[in-house]
């Protein structure tokens, strides 16, 4: 199973951008089922989670992006998204997807153990 990140890239402070991950050889029930995660690693830091939602949609957030980020699936095609708004320059950090087969549920999903499959990261940047 192999994810792949998308989305990346340069921004002002302030401004918005919109994360993708796709499951493209995970079989549909299977990724219907699954609990899906982004996790990010700031220059320097340790990885530390975004945000995860669970097959029915319970999502769940970092305190530093509550208000501000939104994580959503679409299970048809397969995917997961994270729109970030307002984005602050202590948002920049490689951004990783994740994948729990298991369909582990809060507050198992804060733990990065819990995912089998993860993205190759891509890159945000926010400049002041």
């Known amino acids: 199973v192999q994810l792949q990140a998308s989305g990346g890239g340069s921004v002002q402070a302030g401004g918005s951008q919109r994360l993708s991950c796709a499951a493209a050889r995970m079989i549909t029930s299977v990724f219907s089922a699954t609990t899906l995660g982004w996790y990010r690693r700031p220059p320097g830091k340790e990885r530390e989670l975004v945000a995860v939602i669970t097959k029915d949609g319970d999502a769940t957030y970092a305190d530093s992006v509550k208000g501000r980020f939104t994580i959503s699936r679409d299970s048809a095609r397969k995917k997961v998204y994270l729109q970030m708004n307002s984005l602050k320059p202590e948002d920049t950090a490689v951004y990783y997807c994740?994948?729990?087969?298991?369909?582990?549920?809060?507050?198992?999903?804060?733990?990065?153990?819990?995912?089998?499959?993860w993205g190759q990261g891509t890159l945000v940047t926010v400049s002041s």
């Open positions: 994740a994948a729990d087969r298991h369909g582990s549920r809060w507050p198992r999903t804060e733990n990065p153990n819990e995912y089998q499959y």
